[in-house]
């Protein structure tokens, strides 16, 4: 069973800029959750989504968006991109959100910006 | 309000030793207790698990011992191995369908 992949692994974008990230869950997950990982903040939760639902959202600007299609693959979307955006965007799947044991996460997407 | 504090930030260990990375968390709410490893361009993984019913969880050379009065827990590695040189989070979450809250994770280098 292939795994969670995230598309691109690498992005270079300059300030102002938007940015659209993909994952695509491992098949049968419903689930998707994003984190934004950075050496001082640790992983950040940013959002959830369940049956194209947000189920919950964390602390982030509205400049961070997301949705997830009927085929449980999801996007986020960065907005007028900011130095402090560079991070390692990580996306995690799993059956549905009760079944934590399942949550397995994607390789990642590296966003630098310049 | 930081949700769970992991401890300690990097950690040094002799091969063969026992490394022990400690996290606590305030909210009695949570009953799921993951611990993920994370190798340096990889998403993390989940390593293993426990819940509030039980005190100790043992998986191979991994176990988490949890101490539910004192809202701490922790994830002891035997035998430590280079191989186990690499980054590991805690995790906090409510099985109601919250969200999976991680510490700042511990940078663990083995040294041969």
């Known amino acids: 069973k292939a795994g969670v992949t995230q598309t691109p692994r690498y992005l270079i974008k300059t300030r102002g800029q938007q940015v659209t990230l993909s994952c695509s869950p491992i098949s049968g997950h419903r689930s998707v959750s994003w984190y934004q990982q950075t050496p001082g903040q640790g992983l950040q939760f940013l959002f959830e989504?369940?049956?194209?639902?947000?189920?919950n959202k964390g602390n982030f600007p509205g400049r961070f968006s997301g949705r997830q299609f009927s085929n449980s693959r999801s996007e986020m979307n960065v907005s007028t991109l900011e130095l402090g955006d560079s991070a390692l965007y990580l996306c995690?799947?799993?059956?549905?959100?009760?079944?934590?044991?399942?949550?397995?996460f994607g390789p990642g997407t590296r966003l630098t910006v310049l | 309000q930081q949700q769970v504090k992991q401890s300690p930030q990097s950690l040094i260990v002799q091969k063969g030793g026992i490394s022990i990375i400690n996290c606590a968390y305030e909210?009695?709410?949570?009953?799921?207790f993951p611990w993920y490893q994370q190798f340096p361009g990889k998403g993390p993984a989940l390593l293993i698990a426990?819940?509030?019913?039980?005190s100790e969880k043992k998986e191979g050379r991994f176990t988490i011992s949890f101490n539910k009065s004192a809202k701490q827990f922790s994830l002891h590695i035997m035998d430590s191995q280079p191989g186990d040189s690499a980054t590991y989070f805690c995790g906090v979450k409510k099985s109601s369908g919250d969200k999976l809250t991680f510490g700042t994770g511990t940078r663990l280098a083995v040294r041969p």
């Open positions: 989504y369940f049956s194209e639902t947000q189920r």
């Open positions: 995690a799947s799993s059956l549905n959100p009760w079944n934590t044991d399942t949550q397995y």
């Open positions: 426990i819940r509030p019913d039980v």
């Open positions: 909210n009695t709410a949570f009953d799921y």
